[in-house]
């Protein structure tokens, strides 16, 4: 694989898997913060 | 009135959204495009669309649902008046798609068990085409039913229509928390197989290495964006539906975030699989990637198994986790497309979900037997094309016109978003879907039109794009649009609060 080509696919993988993974974890965290009442309510 | 029926849990509600958002077009489309339009180059629009109208429009349904707790017709209802037929034509819409979507299902169960024994032989496009779908001569030609479609066909409906029957919680959420962690995993086992074969390198290569030539280019800013709006499942009313059965404490803008990220996700997954098959097959064959690189139906039916046949080993297994993750993702979304109008009619006649079911249900799986006669490509082609295109993308159009410019109300919803959810809408989402979306989207539109005027699409004779494009396209609107006058059990757009339960 060419250089270009590999820091694409680098750059594609940590910004959209990166994304899914960050939004997961701010999601966990919020509702780890909020307690167990209102994890269960969202 | 029936209760309201409610996911179990944001992981229900989450799982659910992204099995809509993640189909047949995730795997078939994105690949392709993403090569023609500069390969890595294609990123950068395709992140930009996807944050900039995907994500947004996303947002945009959720709390247009959620808040007003309705179906698409009585959630746009409540908005102003006037827009139930908003609602109403994206419901069309989806019943247009969902009667060829479970053709196409049927194909991949199919080719699913006919992975087995390598059934579609050495000429795989004459057993597709010849042997399997029968296909007639010529377009428009009904023929008659072909068994091996049809029966496959039965099996699908039945299926989708017990899930639906079970409930929002009890089905739904069931199903899709079955098929997609179970799509991901056949999935990937399929894409590491994949990485592993010879060539797969060569085939990355082409896939990732950046043509920045092609990033000035208006055409490759559009594929971008149709891209993301027709993978998103967004503008036809199943992200609105699918919001409204949320808990009134639930987050919004957090979930839209996770449904595009794992849709797009699953399309950079896909993209990696699928090119380091044809990089092996390119190897094979002598040829470049570029002669081999192909999209939609060949890709999966004539392609795929040509690929298959030339694999080292486990072939027959390798089949199976192709086709068998096809059908996972078309399921996940097919459920979401006829639960749209399920729910539509659940609430506009006051009645029982399993009467919705079997009526709703029933209709649409009866109509879709044209998709099993002899010249059912040829209709599913035409009909495809210019739902999605003149459709979807018009209907998308129309829905960000009028809430952002007619009623004013993205103030209201932002305030409602803003109220339940942890990551606070700005500025940026009213600049994006009152700016950025409707000129996209109109560019779009205006460009499809003059294209459509000057050429039939695919060179079908004029009668046929006419009766099974145009005709179909501007029958969705006018229906639509009747709908509202009709007179039902339950106005839309007065549809209470009533208390949630879990169904």
């Excluded at chain 1, 940590?14 to 966990?28: F, K, P, T």
């Excluded at chain 2, 809509?20 to 994105?30: E, P």
């Excluded at chain 2, 009585?74 to 247009?96: D, P, T, Y």
């Excluded at chain 2, 010249?375 to 993308?393: H, K, Q, R, S, T």
């Amino acid at each position: 694989m060419e250089a270009s080509a590999i820091v694409m696919m680098i750059i594609g993988i940590v910004i959209i898997w990166g994304g899914l993974a960050a939004s997961i974890v701010n999601a966990v965290v919020k509702a780890k913060k909020r307690g167990p009442e209102s994890e269960a309510e969202s | 009135m029936e209760n309201r029926p409610q996911w179990g849990s944001r992981v229900g509600f989450i799982m659910a959204a992204a099995g809509s958002a993640i189909g047949l077009g995730n795997i078939w489309r994105f690949p392709g495009v993403a090569y023609e339009n500069g390969g890595g180059a294609f990123f950068l629009p395709y992140l930009f669309a996807l944050l900039t109208a995907g994500i947004p429009i996303l947002i945009l349904e959720f709390t247009i649902g959620h808040r007003n707790r309705a179906a698409a017709p009585g959630s746009f209802a409540k908005i102003r008046r006037g827009f139930e037929g908003i609602g109403w034509w994206q419901l069309i819409i989806s019943f247009v798609i969902s009667v060829y979507y479970a053709a196409v299902i049927a194909w991949a169960l199919s080719y699913t068990v006919f992975s087995f024994n390598l059934r579609w032989g050495d000429d795989t496009q004459g057993f597709l085409f010849g042997e399997y779908l029968k296909l007639a001569e010529t377009p428009g030609e009904f023929g008659g039913i072909v068994p091996g479609v049809f029966i496959p066909l039965v099996i699908v409906w039945v299926v989708a229509l017990f899930i639906l029957y079970s409930g929002v919680k009890r089905g739904i959420e069931a199903a899709n928390k079955i098929m997609l962690p179970l799509l991901f995993v056949l999935f990937t086992i399929l894409v590491i197989r994949a990485l592993t074969l010879e060539g797969a390198a060569d085939g990355l290569n082409a896939f990732f290495k950046p043509n920045w030539s092609t990033i000035l280019n208006g055409k490759v800013w559009v594929a971008a964006y149709s891209q993301i709006f027709f993978s998103l499942s967004i503008g036809f009313a199943i992200m609105v539906t699918y919001s409204s059965y949320l808990k009134k404490k639930s987050d919004i803008t957090n979930n839209a975030f996770i449904t595009g990220f794992a849709n797009s996700g699953f399309e950079l997954l896909a993209g990696i699989g699928v090119f380091s098959i044809l990089g092996f097959m390119a190897m094979q064959q002598g040829v470049e990637v570029n002669d081999v690189v192909s999209k939609g139906v060949g890709l999966a039916f004539v392609v795929f198994p040509q690929i298959i046949n030339t694999l080292p080993a486990l072939n027959g297994l390798f089949g199976f986790l192709f086709f068998a993750s096809l059908v996972l993702a078309g399921f996940t979304s097919l459920i979401s497309i006829v639960e749209t109008y399920i729910a539509g009619l659940q609430e506009k006649f006051g009645i029982s979900r399993t009467k919705a079911v079997l009526f709703g249900g029933g209709v649409t799986a009866i109509v879709s037997i044209i998709f099993s006669s002899n010249g059912g490509l040829y209709f599913l082609d035409v009909v495809d094309y210019f739902i999605n295109n003149f459709g979807v993308a018009l209907a998308g159009l129309v829905e960000v016109i009028a809430v952002a410019w007619i009623a004013r109300e993205l103030g209201k919803l932002q305030e409602h978003a803003n109220s339940i959810s942890d990551i606070k809408l700005g500025l940026w989402w009213k600049v994006c879907l009152a700016v950025i979306t409707p000129v996209v989207l109109g560019y779009m539109m205006i460009d499809s039109l003059i294209k459509n005027f000057k050429s039939n699409y695919e060179g079908y004779e004029t009668w046929f794009v006419t009766a099974y494009g145009w005709v179909v396209v501007v029958l969705a609107i006018v229906i639509g649009f009747l709908l509202p006058y009709i007179k039902g059990k339950t106005a839309a757009g007065s549809v209470s609060d009533s208390k949630e339960v879990s169904q």
